[in-house]
């Protein structure tokens, strides 16, 4: 199973790739984010991206995924509506 995960540098999401990573049926992890994980592992290929909103670039890199998991999001906490619904929805 190949999977993709947005946002695996955050706390739900380094769980999620920590857990992807151990499962013996995944053979590939892509993440998809704006920093590195930090991480290496041989099942592990990241693609960093200015804007995960704007996924144009890496188009091919998602054809044939299995399972994504979007684990982007923010605390609301000082942000406007719009914002935080582009973020955590969008």
């Not at 739900?12 to 053979?27: F, K, N, Y």
């Not at 670039?57 to 609301?76: E, I, K, M, P, Q």
Request: proline share 2%.
């Amino acid at each position: 199973m190949r999977v993709v995960i947005f946002g695996a540098t955050g706390m739900v999401g380094q769980g999620v790739l920590r857990e992807c990573l151990l499962a013996e049926d995944v053979r590939e992890v892509l993440t998809v984010g704006r920093a590195p994980t930090g991480q290496q592992h041989p099942k592990l290929r990241e693609v960093t991206v200015a804007d995960v909103g704007e996924l144009d670039a890496v188009r091919d890199d998602l054809a044939g995924v299995d399972a994504c998991f979007y684990c982007l999001g923010v605390s609301s906490v000082g942000m406007n509506e719009a914002a935080y619904t582009r973020i955590s929805y969008d």
